[in-house]
């Protein structure tokens, strides 16, 4: 199948990478070499998440990171998997995850580490002891000249991103990115041999979809805006009949799902806790660049996502994305 972009099912990674720098004359590889590393990430955290039962990486690693959350076992290998396959390509001078407090500065890559790379490498983990789908999300940026190593070099709005995406460790493997002009393309692990195969060419958010998601549990911590928009996307009907209620409780498995089928995820803030529970930089900003390159929309209540210019690197956001008219309809309740 033919995808907008010319592109053809069961095309190689490797493959739709080397055809995308074909694309770009002046390029010089790097964009397309640190994908490949982000590829290798994903089959090592593949092959840990998918053998945790066996080899004893189940269960939490008793300490807690930066946020305060209890560590799993598993959270600790991926972020060192994706730093070392980051910085064995010798191209990133700056990673910032979820699991450290302080960005890592590769210094000797001062002179050819052109990118800092955001990413959160196993988002949801707790579900892993309950066989549940998680994800590892990345957001990459190039460095601006003579800004390298400081905070506002980092603290950049999303809309800066050259690429972001995430890895989907489920009944299949599945890497979904997006370059600046890529489109939204989706790659399936053929574990055997250790490639991604594109599966989703040219993915694209339906305008409105049936479902919508977030943890009513959380009721009593909104607002009466937020409970609002909640209400309004629980009894609207769309296609002549009531939405369904979906939510995962794993980010990536719930905004995959809302970028395959449409409707809407939501995270809201709290009265409080105004910020919410998501991250701004590796999980909304990702995710926020992918919705909006497939035709959707992400914001926080009051502002798009990918305006939005953190004050810290693990600030938190409330989080609206999915189909555009969806995101359009709460921010228009949330906004009287
Ligand atoms: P709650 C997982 O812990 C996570 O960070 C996201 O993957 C997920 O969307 C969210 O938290 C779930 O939070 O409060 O509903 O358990």
Redesign the pocket.
Known sequence: MEGRRNVKVGMSLTAWVLRQQSLHPGARGELSILLTHVALAARMIAHKVSQAPLTGLIGQAGNVNVQGEEQAKLDIVADQVFLDAMMTSDLVSTLVSEEREEPAYVSEHWGRGHYTVFYDPL??S??IDVNVTVGSIFGIYRHRPNDRGRLTDLLRPGADQVAAGYVMYGASTILVLATEDSGVQGFTLLPEVGEFFLTHPDMQMPEVGRSYSC?ES?QPFWSDEVRRVVARFREEEVGGSKRTARYV????A?FHRTLLKGGIFM?PGEVEKPGG??RLMYEAAPLGFLAEAAGGGAHDGRQRILEKVADTLHERTPLFIGSKVDVEEALRILNP
């Open positions: 988002d949801g707790s579900n943890n959380r409780g794993s980010l990536i719930d995270y529970k998501l």
